[in-house]
């Protein structure tokens, strides 16, 4: 099965890098600031990825428990970090680097699974037309730019990139497209998936890298689907059957490097994300946006290390788990690989947590983190409650008795053996 790996991996790092990392305003400045091409060249002109460093990123990636990464081959803005015969708006012509063939040799050699982002978007390609997200689409003659614009032309521009991509760093784990959207924007009509001859796309796809996977951002289904900025409440179906999700995330709302915003989250809250991904079984993509200088800021390495150590000792709770069809307790939520069922608890209760239909089902309780036994009973349904006792929960409850110190972790996990793995 083609999703095999990552169905498994759970957790997965996105990089987006490109001359917009020099502008440091985030990925979209060019389209934000409606800069023209003359004034966005000067990000191309000081492109200087010095402090790029494919392998740093393959081991922060594996140290933080991430087993893939997905890279901005291209981004909106048409910068391309490969080799290309098709255009010279290359990190070769910038810098002399081939910033793909580094990232794909680094993560073999690491053991990291490789992917690709490439954006159908392109906002420097003469023949793509200007519309309700191009940077041009305010000046006074845009309508009249689209008359020499030509989609068929920048369609033939699109599936040789992407055949170049495919055909010239070896096996690609994945490839993530972005994006569609049929609906109009500002009164410009939007872009769908004949824009792309998505079927083509993805036929060649299949035809030059039948392992990988794709996602859904073509227009047409694809191998999974891909919830941004959001959380799913629930594991995904659609006409009964399960759906391979990944919900890709940012640090602090931008994808790009944005110096001056300060929206960080904390890593307790991106552990718990992942932990909620896992337990709705899907995946999480956390991004990071190195620098100018091609580094992961200082601020994100912090954050990253917080989770690597997390990972370190609850790897297990994540990596090829998945979900449990039980209802969690109100303090955390559930996630489960074979028979072991792990509890990631969000609020650290006073003594004790009640797991609802467990009684009799556990053969042996301990935190994660250290491995330490927890006893537990099951507490007379009929038992009456007073004021100092409490009253036996619904039939079935087991309690798992806990210290009153929170582990200093995290996000604290019990594992729960279970009797009957099925
Ligand atoms: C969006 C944005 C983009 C970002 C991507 C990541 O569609 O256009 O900047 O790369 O999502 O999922």
């Given at each position: 099965?083609?999703?095999?790996?990552?169905?498994?991996?759970?957790?997965?790092?996105?990089?987006?890098?490109?001359?917009?990392?020099?502008?440091?305003?985030?990925?979209?400045?060019?389209?934000?600031?409606?800069?023209?091409?003359?004034?966005?060249?000067?990000?191309?002109?000081?492109?200087?990825?010095?402090?790029?460093?494919?392998?740093?990123?393959?081991?922060?990636?594996?140290?933080?428990?991430?087993?893939?990464?997905?890279?901005?081959?291209?981004?909106?803005?048409?910068?391309?970090?490969?080799?290309?015969?098709?255009?010279?708006?290359?990190?070769?012509?910038?810098?002399?680097?081939?910033?793909?063939?580094?990232?794909?040799?680094?993560?073999?050699?690491?053991?990291?699974?490789?992917?690709?982002?490439?954006?159908?978007?392109?906002?420097?390609?003469?023949?793509?037309?200007?519309?309700?997200?191009?940077?041009?689409?305010?000046?006074?003659?845009?309508?009249?730019?689209?008359?020499?614009?030509?989609?068929?032309?920048?369609?033939?521009?699109?599936?040789?990139?992407?055949?170049?991509?495919?055909?010239?760093?070896?096996?690609?784990?994945?490839?993530?497209?972005?994006?569609?959207?049929?609906?109009?924007?500002?009164?410009?009509?939007?872009?769908?998936?004949?824009?792309?001859?998505?079927?083509?796309?993805?036929?060649?796809?299949?035809?030059?890298?039948?392992?990988?996977?794709?996602?859904?951002?073509?227009?047409?289904?694809?191998?999974?689907?891909?919830?941004?900025?959001?959380?799913?409440?629930?594991?995904?179906?659609?006409?009964?059957?399960p759906q391979v999700w990944e919900a890709?995330?940012t640090l602090n709302g931008s994808w790009?490097?944005?110096?001056?915003?300060?929206?960080?989250?904390?890593?307790?809250?991106?552990?718990?994300?992942?932990?909620?991904?896992?337990?709705?079984?899907?995946?999480?993509?956390?991004?990071?946006?190195?620098?100018?200088?091609?580094?992961?800021?200082?601020?994100?390495?912090?954050?990253?290390?917080?989770?690597?150590?997390?990972?370190?000792?609850?790897?297990?709770?994540?990596?090829?788990?998945?979900?449990?069809?039980?209802?969690?307790?109100?303090?955390?939520?559930?996630?489960?690989?074979?028979?072991?069922?792990?509890?990631?608890?969000?609020?650290?209760?006073?003594?004790?947590?009640?797991l609802p239909g467990l009684a009799g089902?556990?053969?042996?309780?301990?935190?994660?983190?250290?491995?330490?036994?927890?006893?537990?009973?099951?507490?007379?349904?009929?038992?009456?409650?007073?004021?100092?006792?409490?009253?036996?929960?619904?039939?079935?409850?087991?309690?798992?008795?806990?210290?009153?110190?929170?582990?200093?972790?995290?996000?604290?996990?019990?594992?729960?053996?279970?009797?009957?793995?099925?």
């Amino acid at each position: 099965m083609r999703q095999q790996w990552f169905d498994e991996a759970r957790f997965g790092m996105f990089v987006h890098f490109g001359i917009y990392s020099v502008g440091a305003r985030h990925e979209w400045v060019q389209n934000r600031e409606r800069l023209t091409d003359a004034e966005y060249r000067a990000y191309f002109e000081n492109f200087d990825p010095d402090r790029f460093d494919a392998t740093a990123l393959a081991r922060r990636a594996k140290a933080t428990g991430m087993g893939y990464i997905v890279l901005t081959t291209k981004h909106h803005d048409g910068f391309c970090l490969f080799d290309s015969a098709l255009t010279d708006f290359t990190s070769v012509t910038a810098c002399g680097r081939d910033l793909v063939r580094e990232y794909v040799d680094a993560l073999r050699a690491e053991g990291v699974k490789v992917g690709f982002y490439y954006s159908l978007l392109d906002w420097h390609h003469p023949d793509f037309t200007v519309d309700g997200h191009h940077p041009r689409r305010d000046d006074a003659n845009a309508a009249a730019l689209n008359a020499d614009r030509d989609m068929a032309r920048y369609r033939e521009y699109l599936h040789g990139q992407v055949r170049e991509l495919l055909t010239n760093y070896g096996a690609i784990d994945y490839l993530f497209f972005d994006f569609t959207y049929p609906d109009a924007v500002d009164g410009w009509p939007g872009k769908v998936a004949a824009d792309w001859d998505a079927d083509g796309l993805l036929a060649l796809c299949r035809e030059l890298q039948p392992e990988m996977l794709v996602n859904d951002r073509l227009g047409i289904p694809g191998d999974f689907v891909t919830p941004e900025q959001y959380q799913p409440t629930a594991p995904l179906v659609t006409d009964g059957v399960p759906q391979v999700w990944e919900a890709c995330q940012t640090l602090n709302g931008s994808w790009g490097y944005d110096r001056d915003n300060t929206d960080q989250k904390s890593a307790t809250m991106l552990v718990e994300m992942l932990a909620d991904s896992v337990s709705m079984d899907g995946n999480m993509l956390l991004n990071i946006g190195p620098d100018g200088r091609g580094a992961i800021a200082p601020r994100d390495e912090r954050t990253l290390a917080e989770i690597g150590e997390w990972m370190l000792l609850h790897r297990d709770a994540i990596v090829g788990a998945g979900h449990a069809p039980l209802t969690p307790p109100r303090e955390g939520v559930y996630t489960r690989r074979g028979d072991r069922l792990y509890l990631h608890l969000v609020s650290w209760p006073m003594g004790a947590v009640h797991l609802p239909g467990l009684a009799g089902a556990v053969t042996f309780a301990r935190l994660l983190n250290d491995g330490s036994a927890l006893r537990t009973s099951v507490i007379d349904p009929a038992q009456e409650a007073s004021n100092m006792t409490p009253a036996g929960g619904p039939e079935g409850t087991l309690t798992v008795h806990l210290p009153i110190r929170r582990p200093d972790v995290l996000v604290p996990v019990i594992e729960l053996r279970l009797s009957d793995a099925s």
